[in-house]
């Protein structure tokens, strides 16, 4: 084997990085101990007003408190967890990590790395590799993970990306029978963590002792023509565009493992040379060096580093979700709330008035009964007491009870409409958050907010009380008849003595019922006022309100939070910028960096103090695997948030908090909704420190 001088010199020279980057890391670990330290302080602080806060609705308050202590207990595990996965990341060489779903021949490659007996290697479809194995190569270290993407091997999966966080380089191993959209998002996860890739296509062409040779180099050169490569990349960059990244930067390269296997084994060593040839291998170990030699001191000091950017802007991020979402449910259940108090302002006018209506045309059909009976009943010693069976056959109590059943309906009705609007318009999070991330429960849940009920009372219950005493006082009429015939037999005649007492019995009934339904309209009122309006609509109020208060509370605290995060992640993300800069040859004081704002893996904004050329743009981009967004760096908020997220400022509206500073921002429906203009928005929140809505 060819003495490997260049690569020897490179790797020895990773070590210098390796305890730079392990040096960087370190001290960041340090700093952000104070800022959790301080964070958690003023967190114990605000869990401490929570459990005092004065909301009545004891679910919504520890839906609040719970979020918090959430927050609390992640954010207290966050220094030792960053250092744990540093403390992964070897000091001493480069480690490449093989990744690859199940029997797309990783084992395969790594018997040809260590020239093994082929023992590991698949013989059918069974998940071959099953723990995490490391060998040696080229004076590096290689690992070899279960495979990804297989049916029931969700804990495979999840082996291979841990072992993936201590990668320096990873390589990626996919087949040429079409890309697989579980790949796809294998591969972008592993980009997510910051790591370079090379994509190797491992070709599908049988060779046993009874294949010809010549038909098989025939075959197999065919499937490995410059077209077929560019053609499979270009379907599986595709995905890339769908999850946010540009792959375009990748290193693709094609091979036949098997060939390149069977090269090194004694019993074809009569086609050795051949095979070897025909595998391509030859192309792969040339790329795996060059870019080690060319980038690997580079990629050692990025891993230390994104080691602590990535599980760092992962809980920033997820804060911030956290936070539009609070804010989002506070906008819809404050919005309710606006139209409730809107229909209540209604509803008590017509209440007071569908009272009184009701009562009159009651009065009414009563009043009409009258003549009749004191045409009967005008010297009758019981008028009194038939004067009460009479007034029994309208059923006053039952009809009062049912103008009460009536507007409790509506009100009733009006508040299950709140309630279903609010729990349609509510945007849950449905995102299932690792370990490394913050789980927080959304605030406002539905059932719980409304297990007290919407089922108003009856209003024939009210009714009850109102009637548990005579409120006419229909037996006094008989008294009040017979005296008036009594005075009138003295003076008048017969007829008219008839007729007068019938008339003053008329009238004083009459007037009895006037001044017996003004008091029934005013007790009316006064339940409906009282039972109806504060016992049951002015509650929710209360809740709406209080609901409304802790969500704008918490999205308080988790952007003050998000954003305390952010500084740290700048902070680091500038070093790594100036790293890589010096990297490339560049003086850092040419390139002054303003802002940073960066999506591991994927995407970076920039401002730099100075004009930057394009050229070194595209060196930094190249060394870092990240596309680069250059943005004019502006005191005008709208428009930083509008060149950083890829829009027109038009597009964008500032929201002021109730300190009248800007709390968030919302981009119009014009801008686009692809997963590229998801991340640039990302970019324009770490930036802006707002948060931002769609």
């Known amino acids: 084997m060819k003495k490997d001088t260049a690569l020897d010199a490179s790797l020895k020279q990773c070590k210098k990085y390796a305890k730079r980057g392990k040096s960087i890391s370190n001290s960041c670990i340090s700093l952000m101990r104070q800022t959790t330290s301080n964070i958690l302080e003023q967190l114990n602080e605000t869990i401490s007003l929570f459990e005092n806060n004065n909301i009545q609705d004891d679910s919504a308050k520890n839906l609040l408190l719970e979020q918090l202590n959430n927050t609390k207990n992640e954010l207290s595990i966050l220094p030792d967890k960053i250092t744990d996965g540093i403390n ?64 029931g091997g969700e804990d495979d999966t999840q082996t291979a990306f841990e072992a993936a966080k201590k990668a320096d380089m990873v390589l990626f191993l996919i087949t040429d029978d079409a890309p697989q959209p579980s790949e796809a998002e294998c591969l972008k996860n592993i980009l997510s963590l910051g790591k370079p890739v090379i994509c190797l296509i491992n070709v599908r062409a049988n060779i046993d002792k009874r294949t010809s040779m010549k038909l098989f180099e025939r075959d197999l050169r065919k499937k490995t023509t410059d077209e077929r490569l560019n053609a499979l990349k270009t379907q599986f960059l595709e995905f890339g565009k769908h999850f946010g990244q540009s792959w375009d930067t990748l290193k693709f390269e094609f091979v036949h493992l098997k060939s390149a296997f069977l090269s090194q084994k004694e019993e074809w060593s009569e086609y050795s040379e051949k095979l070897y040839e025909l595998s391509r291998f030859e192309k792969v170990e040339a790329m795996i060096a060059q870019e080690v030699i060319k980038n690997g001191c580079y990629y050692k000091l990025k891993s230390y580093i994104d080691a602590v950017v990535v599980p760092l802007t992962e809980i920033a991020d997820t804060l911030v979700e956290q936070g539009v979402q609070n804010i989002e449910q506070k906008n819809t259940v404050s919005d309710k709330n606006k139209k409730l108090t809107k229909w209540l302002d209604t509803f008590k006018t017509k209440g007071n008035n569908t009272i009184k209506s009701k009562l009159d045309l009651l009065k009414a059909e009563i009043k009409r009964s009258v003549p009749s009976f004191s045409e009967t009943h005008y010297n009758d010693k019981k008028a009194g007491e038939e004067w009460n069976k009479e007034i029994n056959k309208f059923h006053i109590e039952e009809r009062c009870g049912e103008i009460l059943d009536s507007l409790a309906k509506e009100c009733e009705e009006k508040l299950n409409d709140i309630y279903r609007e609010i729990t349609a318009e509510l945007k849950f999070a449905d995102r299932d958050f690792s370990e490394s991330k913050i789980s927080m429960p959304s605030i406002v849940d539905g059932k719980r907010i409304w297990s007290w009920g919407v089922t108003i009372i009856s209003g024939g219950l009210y009714i009850a009380a109102l009637f548990g005493v005579p409120i006419v006082g229909w037996v006094a009429l008989g008294v009040n008849v017979f005296s008036l015939l009594f005075k009138s037999k003295l003076f008048k005649s017969k007829e008219k003595k008839i007729a007068e007492a019938r008339k003053k019995l008329e ?32 509650p929710t109020f209360s809740l709406l309100n209080n609901i409304t208060a802790s969500l704008s509370s918490l999205a308080d605290v988790q952007k003050q939070f998000s954003n305390s995060l952010y500084d740290k992640q700048e902070e680091i993300n500038k070093t790594m910028m100036a790293e890589a800069i010096h990297y490339i040859g560049i003086d850092v004081s040419d390139m002054p960096i303003h802002r940073i704002a960066r999506i591991a893996g994927t995407c970076i904004a920039l401002s730099f103090y100075d004009s930057v050329s394009e050229e070194r743009i595209d060196e930094l981009s190249t060394v870092i695997n990240e596309t680069i967004y250059v943005i004019n760096d502006k005191d005008n908020i709208r428009q930083l948030i509008a060149d950083t997220a890829g829009i027109r400022a038009s597009d964008v509206q500032i929201i002021n908090g109730a300190d009248s500073k800007a709390l968030a921002a919302r981009i119009g429906s014009n801008a686009n909704n692809n997963a590229i203009s998801v991340n640039r928005i990302k970019l324009a929140q770490q930036i802006s420190r707002l948060y931002i809505m769609k």
Request: avoid cysteine.
């Open 88 to 151: 992964l990341i070897s000091n001493r060489t480069i480690n490449i990590t093989l990744f690859g779903r199940t029997m797309a021949g990783k084992s395969t490659l790594m018997e040809i790395l260590i020239h093994g007996n082929g023992d590991s290697i698949g013989k059918g479809a069974q998940r071959t590799t099953l723990d995490v194995r490391e060998y040696k190569y080229r004076g590096m270290t290689v690992t070899d993970v279960p495979g990804i993407a297989a049916f």
């Open 507 to 538: 009238s004083q009934i009459n007037s009895s019922l006037d001044k017996q339904f003004e008091e029934i309209n005013k007790k009316l009122k006064k339940i409906f006022s009282d039972e109806l309006i504060k016992k049951q609509v002015e």
